[in-house]
């Protein structure tokens, strides 16, 4: 069970890519190209996330368009080539003007395991690696890239009190704003 104080304060999420977003495939084609795929569903959830006032970040060891482009149709910030996670998050935290314990941190393994330890709420993705459970407060039910992130979104909004709200404010942005992908 995870304490609710350490859920309460939470004001931003921060998602590790390739195995998070990702189910950790890493596709190349002819003439360099990288291809990934990603779920509708944790981009759905991070509109809505991002809409009612819990932005998400992005953090990455690798640097890949393919995340650029869809970091850039999601409108969320990311952190290319940041290979040590520890001072990727406190890059984040001092970039947002937060405490690290205002922080949840989605990972899958070993290398976001000194991120997952600074955070104030740990994440695990349910096929993580056993250390990443071992240091997680939560394991998603969901395996990476195949819609954890928006389960965690989901988990972390009704938490603290604020999903149907941010439902209802979703609906009513959709109604008004072009999707990605529309």
Do not use: H
């Amino acid at each position: 069970m995870v304490p609710v104080e350490k859920v309460a304060r939470i004001k931003l999420l921060a998602c590790d890519v390739d195995g998070v977003l990702t189910d950790g495939a890493i596709i190349y084609g002819t003439s360099n190209v990288e291809l990934k795929a990603f779920s509708v569903k944790d981009g759905l959830g991070m509109k809505l996330a991002e809409w009612c006032g819990l932005p998400v970040v992005w953090l990455t060891g690798r640097k890949s368009e393919a995340v650029a482009r869809r970091a850039d149709e999601l409108g969320v910030q990311v952190y290319q080539s940041a290979t040590d996670k520890d001072a990727g998050l406190r890059q984040i935290a001092r970039d947002r003007g937060l405490a690290l314990a205002e922080i949840a941190y989605i990972g899958d393994d070993i290398n976001d395991l000194p991120a997952m330890r600074l955070a104030g709420f740990a994440v695990a993705v349910a096929d993580a690696m056993p250390e990443i459970t071992a240091a997680a407060d939560y394991i998603a039910k969901t395996a990476g890239g195949f819609g954890a992130v928006r389960e965690v979104i989901e988990y972390i909004l009704r938490s603290q009190g604020r999903w149907e709200s941010a439902v209802e404010i979703y609906l009513e942005n959709i109604r008004t704003v072009k999707l990605p992908g529309q």
